[in-house]
């Protein structure tokens, strides 16, 4: 799969059973998972399936106000847990599809996935301290 370096933009060719293991950018050498991944339609499935970590998917639109205000906390969690929790956006503005795959109805909705099966979601800009509880609930 194709992740572009959440620092640097540029596409690094990662396979998806190396996401455990601490995959740097072979341009900036800075870790790929240390902020929020940007998923797409055709990545999204991979990243998900990955069977290591857990991941936590933060779908929201450019338009949507608590998504703005959402989003520096669910990236300094991305920061806190990284390599431990994958954390992916997804807009669902210009990936409409995964927006309906997923039944999205308002947003921001976080979904939790463990081995490529969701497991928890919630709907609504979380502070900080239930983000925690819902990373701690996904990590168990």
Not at 65 to 86: D, E, H, I, R, W
Not at 93 to 119: D, V, Y
């Amino acid at each position: 799969m194709i992740i572009h370096c959440p620092h640097c933009s540029k596409g690094n060719r990662v396979p998806a059973e190396k996401l455990n293991q601490t995959p740097i950018c072979g341009a900036c050498k800075k870790d790929l998972l240390s902020l929020p991944i940007n998923a797409t339609t055709s990545n999204f499935s991979e990243l998900i399936a990955q069977t290591v970590l857990p991941v936590i998917v933060d779908f929201w639109a450019p338009w949507c106000g608590p998504c703005k205000m959402f989003a520096p906390t669910f990236q300094a969690s991305a920061v806190k847990y990284a390599n431990k929790v994958l954390f992916i956006k997804v807009d669902t503005e210009s990936e409409q599809s995964l927006g309906a795959q997923f039944n999205i109805r308002s947003i921001p909705t976080l979904a939790g996935f463990k081995q490529g099966k969701e497991i928890h979601r919630v709907s609504g800009a979380l502070p900080p301290a239930q983000l925690e509880q819902f990373i701690n609930q996904l990590a168990s």
